[in-house]
């Protein structure tokens, strides 16, 4: 059974913490996504990446990183958090075909910055 | 840029029907649907291909018209689990742009 998993479902952090979030998936997939979804607005992606150490800039990558080290493994870095990066964090994966390709999401993360 | 979905909402009585719509102002190679259960993570539902077939999936199903670049979900006499947020992604090199998302609520 396919699987994408998240370091955790809720997490709260302060203002200008430096903050990790990981995405792990078993599946052998050479893409891996980031998105962040709000109220009204959707997905929205935040990064990607093809393959290990390639990452490209999605829609909205101001005030994120990520790092991707190993094949199944993709962290988005917030390096000062800020308020208005509370959201839903959704991590995804997909085999790379030359056209997209279903995605799998993991459970997402639910941050709050105070 | 995101794809517009309309409606935003739909309220609906088990086996009701409803039509979903995704609108790009870019030409389309194919287009995702994906629903998401309450608390839940998205989940695929089908791909529809640049001259490809109009697909099914149990009673949802879906037309994708390349001319006015929309695509449109249809789901056909809706039970109690097909409650959720509907969300039409649209390819753009490899990856999706995914649409805002149309909120489904079927009572019984």
């Known amino acids: 059974d396919v699987k994408v998993t998240q370091s955790s479902r809720y997490l709260v952090k302060r203002t200008g913490e430096k903050v990790f979030l990981e995405c792990v998936q078993d599946m052998d997939h050479e893409n891996m996504f980031w998105y962040r979804q709000d109220p009204g607005l959707g997905l929205r992606l935040i990064y990607f990446?093809?393959?290990?150490?390639?990452?490209e800039k999605g829609d909205i990558p101001e005030g994120y990183s990520v790092s991707r080290e190993k094949k199944e493994r993709f962290s988005l870095i917030l390096e000062s958090a800020s308020t208005n990066q509370t959201s839903m964090y959704l991590c995804?994966?997909?085999?790379?075909?030359?056209?997209?390709?279903?995605?799998?999401f993991g459970p997402g993360t639910r941050l709050t910055v105070t | 840029q995101q794809p517009v979905q309309s409606p935003q909402a739909v309220i609906l009585r088990e086996g009701e029907d409803a039509v979903i719509n995704c609108s790009s102002s870019k030409a389309l190679y194919s287009v995702h649907w994906y629903r998401q259960k309450h608390g839940e993570a998205p989940v695929f539902l089908m791909i529809l291909l640049k001259g490809g077939e109009q697909k099914g999936h149990d009673k949802i199903s879906a037309s994708f018209n390349e001319k006015k670049q929309q695509s449109s979900l249809y789901l056909t006499a809706s039970q109690l689990s097909y409650s959720g947020t509907y969300f039409c992604?649209?390819?753009?090199?490899?990856?999706?742009?995914f649409g805002t998302g149309t909120r489904l609520q079927v009572f019984p």
């Open positions: 992604g649209t390819e753009t090199n490899d990856k999706l742009i």
């Open positions: 990446s093809y393959d290990v150490k390639m990452k």
């Open positions: 995804a994966s997909s085999f790379r075909g030359g056209r997209a390709q279903e995605q799998y």
